[in-house]
């Protein structure tokens, strides 16, 4: 069946650290990949996404993610963080499953920012 | 100009009463959802429509009664409250297409108390 798993709940790094947040999913074609980030009460926003070609995808806010077809990855990374950044991140897989296309996400990470 | 808006964005109410939440998108989207987000913010698919048409149905209650008039709106009735409807339910909508994402409004905080 298909699945992702985000192994951390909670991350937390320093204001200025880098970050990379874990995602591996379970599907049997090629996927359709997204991040998403979740601020405190609001909806969620759309990071980046992956459905074929390069493998390093920029996405908003300084983010990037690198899908590893051998390792059913597709870790989130930001070289420097800010404040601004802490909140809640989901990773999401497109995948059909019962001839329904689907998006199914992971349990989230909560990233929290240390000044 | 907001994309995707549902209305309210909280309601707090007693075991037992009827209540609904209303969702409009002003993308052009064909398909529309409800997700349900526990309070381990844990995301779930409730129910999704394309072109007015109920193509996912997941495991749900049938407490819980989706209606699109249109392909613009999908509102969520939810008959005979329990406390464990307690949650956050987003809408949200796509075109459709798999390498489309999802376009989230900012969520119905409801309380059952």
């Known amino acids: 069946a298909q699945s992702v798993t985000q192994p951390d709940i909670h991350i937390t790094v320093s204001e200025g650290a880098s970050l990379e947040l874990r995602c591996n999913y379970s599907?049997?074609?090629?996927?359709?990949l997204f991040w998403y980030v979740q601020s405190p009460g609001q909806g969620l926003q759309l990071l980046l996404k992956y459905f074929s070609g390069d493998t390093l995808v920029q996405g908003i806010k300084g983010f990037e993610a690198e899908f590893k077809r051998s390792q059913s990855s597709f870790n989130l990374r930001k070289p420097s963080v800010h404040w601004s950044d802490a909140a809640e991140y989901f990773c999401a897989v497109g995948a059909i499953t019962s001839g329904t296309y689907k998006y199914i996400f992971g349990t989230g990470t909560r990233l929290k920012v240390l000044a | 100009d907001t994309a995707v808006s549902q209305t309210p964005k909280y309601l707090v109410t007693q075991m037992g009463n009827d209540k609904s939440i209303k969702c409009e998108q002003n993308?052009?989207?064909?398909?529309m959802y409800w997700y349900k987000q526990d309070s381990k913010k844990f995301l779930k698919i409730m129910f999704s429509y394309n072109n007015k048409e109920l193509i996912i149905n997941e495991t749900v209650p049938n407490r819980f009664s989706p209606k699109s008039p249109d392909k613009a709106h999908l509102n969520l009735h939810i008959n005979s409250l329990e406390l464990g409807d307690s949650a956050v339910y987003f809408c949200?909508?796509?075109?459709?297409?798999?390498?489309?994402?999802?376009?989230f409004g900012n969520g119905t905080r409801l309380t059952v108390t």
């Open positions: 949200a909508s796509s075109p459709g297409t798999p390498n489309s994402p999802l376009h």
């Open positions: 599907y049997g074609a090629t996927p359709y």
């Open positions: 993308l052009g989207h064909d398909t």
